[in-house]
């Protein structure tokens, strides 16, 4: 009972983080400004994404304007939940 708690509750947490670095990609593409509705929200996602985000950013090499450490994290996030799956079930 207690190891399926762990892969469970690991589960959940790169699924959120998942989701986290989704909608950061998606409000990136959106202007907003320091007094918009939006800005409590986008604030909990940088907050919650930055710890995955910035390592990877430091690690890739600078490609420009665009930013590949959404991607690099996604398809790690992905690794993991596979692994835990595997390992949990």
Known sequence: MGIQFVGHFLNILATVLYFG???RVLLSWIKVGPD???????????????????PIRRVLPRTGAFDFSPIVALILLH??????ARIFA
């Open 21 to 23: 670095i989704l909608a």
């Open 36 to 54: 918009s509705f939006l800005m409590p929200f986008l604030r909990l996602v940088f907050s919650v994404t930055e710890p995955i985000l910035g």
């Open 79 to 84: 690794v993991v939940r596979t692994v835990v």
